[in-house]
């Protein structure tokens, strides 16, 4: 037996509890891992508190991501006792998650842990740190280099929006970081940004070209906020659009795609290959910073889940929330 958050719906009703659960009881998969560390997101929030229909079907596992040891495998690339994560690929929506004891998945969305990084590392770093990385990827993959001028984050506080600056400072480049909370500028500066902009000065509807400003972003921001950006990015130049945290609009003209070049990169982390997933956490490997983890995410034991989801809804929770499953 093992203890797992089990989310139903019985008599129309929505159901969330922590349940015994047998392995009998996974309806699918090929690896069986012990499960070590998961994390809490708003999306996991929803789904636990049935306040959005996030959960795709019944019954549900939910957690989007875990870390944790292989117990068995059926899988060819996969043995007992490999240090392997997950993250994405419909958990906690489509198929059983990650907060669980134990959970079984499809080993062909499984990645081994990075030699230098624990379970809890990489769940520290989180959706948040590889979509991150995935759009750093993107930009050096459309050729932006530290030479080719400086980079602009929106939305730098937020979970993706730090850890963009942090991994950009590290590799060179020379970071702007836009916020609306200036009284974080210092934890900004040392991340690694050089210059904090008022992230009023690109929220509002903008002209279709503006100032050639920046020569590549990272936006997790999206509407007025990605048309401006876009406006602003010099001649060839890269923007990587991985967020909506403003909206889900894009009010734009075609102007800096067609007159200045510029290249519209969008990154999606869940059905992200894993091909492109090994190629970001090795260099999420290679860069990330052990402090820098251990500040921008709390520890919670497993049992606190369900009440601490009721409070990342309620924007009472601040920075990220790693889930010790053994911890009690
Ligand atoms: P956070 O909530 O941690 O950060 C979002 C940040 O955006 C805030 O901290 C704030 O930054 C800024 N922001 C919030 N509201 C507004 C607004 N109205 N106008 C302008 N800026 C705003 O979220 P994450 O960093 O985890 O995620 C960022 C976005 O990326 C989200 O939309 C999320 O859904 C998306 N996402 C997409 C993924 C993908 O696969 N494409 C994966 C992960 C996330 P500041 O305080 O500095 O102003």
């Known amino acids: 037996m093992f203890k797992a958050l089990y989310i139903d719906k019985v008599d129309d009703q929505y159901q969330c509890q ?73 958990l906690g929506e489509k198929h059983w998650g990650g907060l669980t004891e134990k959970a079984k998945v499809n080993g062909d969305w499984l990645l081994l842990i990075p030699e230098s990084m624990s379970s809890y590392d990489v769940m520290a770093v989180g959706t948040a740190g590889y979509t991150a990385m995935l759009c750093v990827q993107a930009l050096q993959n459309n050729g932006i280099t530290p030479q080719s001028g400086k980079v602009l984050v929106t939305g730098a506080n937020g979970g993706v929006g730090s850890f963009a600056v942090a991994f950009l400072a590290k590799l060179g480049f020379d970071v702007i970081a836009s916020t609306g909370r200036p009284e974080e500028e210092a ?22 070209l503006g100032k050639e400003l920046w020569a590549a972003a990272i936006d997790s921001v999206g509407s007025h906020t990605l048309a ?20 889900m609009d894009f009010p734009a003209s075609v102007a800096p795609f067609i007159l200045r070049g510029v290249t519209l990169a969008g990154v999606d982390s869940v059905m992200c290959p894993n091909e492109k997933r090994r190629t970001a956490w090795e260099q999420i490997a290679k860069l990330v910073d052990k402090e820098m983890l251990s500040t921008a995410s709390s520890v919670i034991s497993f049992n606190e889940v369900i009440d601490t989801a009721h409070q990342l809804l309620e924007g009472k929770v601040k920075g990220r929330v790693v889930v010790d499953i053994h911890r009690n």
């Open 187 to 208: 934890r900004l500066r040392q991340l690694g940004a050089s210059e904090i902009i008022d992230r009023n000065t690109l929220s509002q509807p903008g002209r279709p």
């Open 228 to 247: 401006n950006v876009c406006a602003s990015t010099q001649y060839g130049g890269v923007v990587a659009a991985c967020g909506l945290a403003q909206g």
């Open 18 to 90: 922590f349940k015994p659960l047998e392995e009998s009881d996974f309806p699918e998969g090929n690896v069986t891992v012990n499960v070590e560390y998961s994390t809490l997101n708003y999306k996991d929030g929803l789904a636990i508190s049935g306040k959005s229909p996030v959960v795709r079907r019944f019954p549900m596992v939910p957690g989007i991501d875990f870390a944790g040891v292989v117990e068995s495998s059926e899988h060819p690339h996969f043995a007992a006792g490999q240090r392997v994560f997950i993250n994405g690929w419909g």
